[in-house]
């Protein structure tokens, strides 16, 4: 097939020898990737799902022919997507998620019209089982009642050569029993904006789902981008998204509040089974669960103010409890460093914005420890929860550490990032190229003006009466990296907080 004008995108990483999942298991070798034979990349026509399913472990119900109400007891509502009509095309694909983790041939999968059929809903495999995931949820900090996959398919589980298990999920694959009043679609303008921004967070570094292709159909809906009254018809797009687990705050949350505690105790062994097999220096299963949830979400909240990334909507629904980034909606990567930065309009008094983004981790961690209640000891749970401050701050100083190129710890570390991120603010540097131009300046340049005024970058920062002074310490600093390091090694360091994207970037994708 050819692929549309639209955009198309293919994110490329060195190739790995693919193993025989047949006769080689990881655990069973030391060196197995010399010992184990090399096959193919497969194709679309040779690749299933996990013959075991979701439904094997959990309780579903099929709801195939007409939506009624949902009752309690279950976690899946086994439906199928509904299918797109008009010319429907593949616009882009990630070459690492075909190739590395669902062990598809990119070239041979993007050229055949079958992935196309499959990733946009229109082909449910023999080896699927498709199904939409009952949740429920706190939005704004009010409990919202159930809630559910209103317009995201799970269609089954893989386990790739390496052993590890993916969930693949469609995003906009038509109507649900969760959907409500909406019509369980996703349009070609959100689409790309989760596309391109859940591929960036990995390769900045940031836990997240992760995104295998984008499909677009001349079929349309109605929406009202601004919200404004004035809708218009724009192009239904279908997101091919993957994770490890797609079980939130609220999967749990429901559960409780409801009295479904024999579900919720079923629900937090699978997970933590298949999840959270190390210690997080707790005997007690459950303990240990809800630990390496506070630890994991408190390092991923880290990682987002490192790279000035503001979700939008951390509604307890849209907090995974593995702690990777999930549900790319209204979010924003930041330009000028704002620490007040919202990036969704209908959050009037900005409760999600960048700087509330650690505190509402709290806020959500407390909800999934009142909903383990049945499971774990109040003061125990409560033992756990206050250790997430620790941890968020320990690694937001380590993840600007990083970001200034300093090595180890030093005492005036913490004081010599919170000057820097206040002259910021006041003086609307950008966020990312600030600390690209540090990264730039070798020792010697450090001193000299007019160097300095040839990076635009720190041109409005160099103007603020504490520059000198602080720039006089992190040059001071620089030094007691070692004799070992030098402004070469300390570029590299630095290197992979060049590459965030941005507003106007991302929207000169979208082509309609």
């Given at each position: 097939m050819k692929y549309s004008s639209v955009v198309f995108i293919a994110l490329l990483i060195p190739t790995l020898c693919i193993q025989d999942r047949a006769s080689c298991k990881k655990r069973y070798y030391f060196d197995w990737l010399k010992l184990c034979p090399a096959f193919n990349l497969l194709e679309l026509s040779n690749w299933q799902f996990s013959r075991a399913t979701l439904c094997d472990e959990l309780p579903c119900i099929e709801q195939k022919d007409g939506f009624i109400g949902v009752k309690n007891g279950i976690t899946y509502s086994v439906v199928d997507p509904v299918p797109l009509n008009k010319d429907v095309k593949l616009i882009a694909v990630s070459d690492d998620v075909l190739a590395n983790i669902l062990d598809l041939d990119p070239n041979k999968a993007s050229e055949f019209s079958s992935f196309v059929e499959f990733s946009s809903g229109n082909y449910v495999l023999?080896?699927?089982?498709?199904?939409?995931?009952?949740?429920?949820?706190h939005q704004f900090g009010s409990w919202a009642g159930q809630l559910g996959d209103g317009r995201a398919?799970?269609?089954?589980?893989?386990?790739?050569?390496?052993g590890a298990r993916w969930e693949l999920q469609l995003k906009g694959s038509g109507k649900t029993p969760y959907s409500r009043h909406g019509d369980g679609r996703a349009v070609l303008r959100s689409s790309v904006r989760e596309f391109l921004?859940?591929?960036?967070?990995?390769?900045?570094g940031v836990?997240?789902?992760r995104a295998a292709s984008l499909v677009v159909s001349q079929d349309k809906v109605w929406r009202d981008q601004f919200y404004d009254g004035h809708p218009n018809k724009e192009r239904?797009?279908?997101v091919l998204r993957l994770a490890q687990s797609w079980f939130r705050i609220g999967s749990l949350e429901l559960l409780t509040i409801n009295g479904e505690f024999d579900l919720l105790r079923k629900t937090v062994d699978f997970v933590r089974y298949r999840h959270f097999y190390n210690s997080y220096g707790y005997e007690d299963e459950y303990e240990n669960f809800f630990a390496g949830v506070v630890r994991k979400t408190a390092e991923m909240i880290a990682k987002w103010q490192s790279v000035g990334f503001a979700h939008g909507v951390c509604n307890t629904d849209n907090f995974s409890l593995l702690a990777i980034t999930i549900d790319y909606g209204p979010f924003g990567f930041m330009e000028e460093y704002n620490p007040k930065l919202i990036p969704n309009t209908s959050d009037d008094e900005g409760r999600y914005s960048y700087e509330n983004q650690p505190d509402v981790g709290y806020?959500?961690?407390?909800?999934?420890?009142r909903a383990?209640?049945?499971?774990i000891n109040e003061k125990r749970s409560l033992k756990i929860l206050k250790e997430y401050s620790s941890i968020f701050t320990q690694k937001f100083h380590e993840e600007f550490r990083h970001k200034l190129g300093l090595m180890g710890q030093r005492p005036h570390d913490v004081s010599l990032i919170e000057e820097l991120l206040k002259m910021m603010s006041e003086t609307k540097a950008d966020f990312t190229m600030t600390f690209r131009r540090l990264s730039e300046l070798t020792l010697n340049e450090q001193n000299d003006p007019e160097f300095i005024k040839k990076h635009w970058a720190l041109n409005d920062l160099s103007r603020h009466k504490n520059w000198k002074e602080w720039l006089e310490r992190y040059h001071k600093r620089l030094l007691h990296n070692g004799e070992g390091d030098n402004d070469t090694k300390r570029q590299k360091r630095m290197k992979s907080t060049w590459k965030i994207p941005i507003q106007y970037i991302r929207q000169d994708k979208i082509l309609v």
């Open positions: 023999p080896s699927s089982t498709p199904m939409a995931h009952r949740y429920g949820g398919v799970l269609l089954g589980e893989y386990i790739n050569r390496n921004a859940s591929e960036a967070m990995y390769y900045l836990p997240t789902s239904i797009a279908v806020f959500n961690l407390d909800k999934l420890r383990l209640a049945p499971l």
